[in-house]
């Protein structure tokens, strides 16, 4: 997003003001992408998940519809998180994601570093 700056006070005490990452974290919460665990926690130290990764760049690109709705090719569709299911139709639509194997997305697994750097290298190609 370019290195915006943010400014206020940060609504995670799991996120101390003097580390490298909390000003991205404030501007990410600060425009609707980053939500954190709940209120107070954001568990900076967790990996992320499948499902994370995607709807951290659908909310970045302001939450697009997917023309297509249907994710029924993959047998865990179900187990998307209700936050996460309108992320991922996009996600497939635009060919940033695709399934672990032929048929499942893996929602709840963490996305390795591979699989965050495939997701970024996809996103950016599309753009």
Known sequence: AGSPEASGDLPFADVPADRYYAIPVLWAYQNGILLGRDDTTFSPNDPVTREQMVTIIWRYEKEPKAEAEDLSAYVDNDEISSWAVEAFRWAVET??????????????????????????VNYISAK
């Open 95 to 120: 060919g940033l994601i695709r399934g672990v194997g032929d048929d499942m997305l893996a929602p709840a697994n963490d996305a390795p570093r591979s699989n965050v750097a495939q997701f970024m």
